[in-house]
Each structure stands twice: as C-alpha cells, then as structure tokens.
C-alpha cells in the first residue's frame, strides 16, 4: 500500500510562509489523487487543497484560494503545499492523504493518511 509522511510545519508569525511534504512510499504513487487536509483544536477535519493524480487538476478550499499552492512531483512521489500570507487562523496539524479513486473533499473516503504536522501561525 501506500505510506505517507508529512513534514514542513513549524511556528511562523502571520504572514510568513511555509511549505509542506508528503513523501510517499508503497505502490504506484502517481495513480493517486493527493490532498491536504487540516484540524485545528476544537473543529473537524477539513479539506485544504487537493490534486488530481496526473497534476492538472487541483481544488482548493475558499479559505486558502490566492494563498496556498497544491502541487506534486511524481517522479520523487512527494506533494506540496506551499502556503503564503499565513494567519492565526491556519493553525492546525496538517494531514497528507491519498484516494486511487477519486479527488474529493470528503476526509472519510481517503485511504491512506499521513501522522500529521503541525503548522502553528502567531499574531
């Protein structure tokens, strides 16, 4: 199957930027659609941004449009996140997760996830 594992967070002032990976191991990770998603204490699991298994189709959560760039590299099998303008409000842990079937926003029908990494951001 596949292993994800994240890494990038830190604790940023607002306005800085950061950016996040996902290194997968396993099988075939270029027939996967990949997504972030993020938790912050208190509140459910959302969808950040997600990209189609070949690249060209991404999909981002209004909160982060014009912030945030989703992109992967399959030959090193590894996705990005790169986010700028960070505020208060993205802090969270941050989760890499993997569907072979279907790029959705839907945290519950991702198949593999990764342990997380957390992205705190002070005012």
């Known amino acids: 199957q596949v292993q994800l594992v994240e890494s990038g967070g830190g604790l940023v002032q607002a306005g800085d930027s950061l950016r996040l990976s996902c290194a997968a191991s396993?099988?075939?990770?270029?027939?996967?659609?990949m997504a972030w998603f993020r938790q912050a204490p208190g509140k459910e699991r959302e969808f950040v941004a997600g990209?189609?298994?070949?690249?060209?189709?991404?999909r981002y959560a209004d909160s982060v449009k014009g912030r945030f760039t989703i992109s992967r590299d399959n030959a090193k099998s590894t996705m990005y996140l790169q986010m700028n303008s960070l505020q208060p409000e993205d802090t969270a842990v941050y989760y890499c997760?993997?569907?072979?079937?279907?790029?959705?926003?839907?945290?519950?029908?991702?198949?593999?996830w990764g342990q997380g990494t957390q992205v705190t951001v002070s005012s």
């Open positions: 997760a993997a569907n072979k079937n279907l790029l959705t926003t839907n945290h519950r029908l991702y198949d593999y």
């Open positions: 990209i189609s298994w070949g690249g060209g189709s991404t």
């Open positions: 396993g099988r075939t990770f270029s027939s996967y659609n």
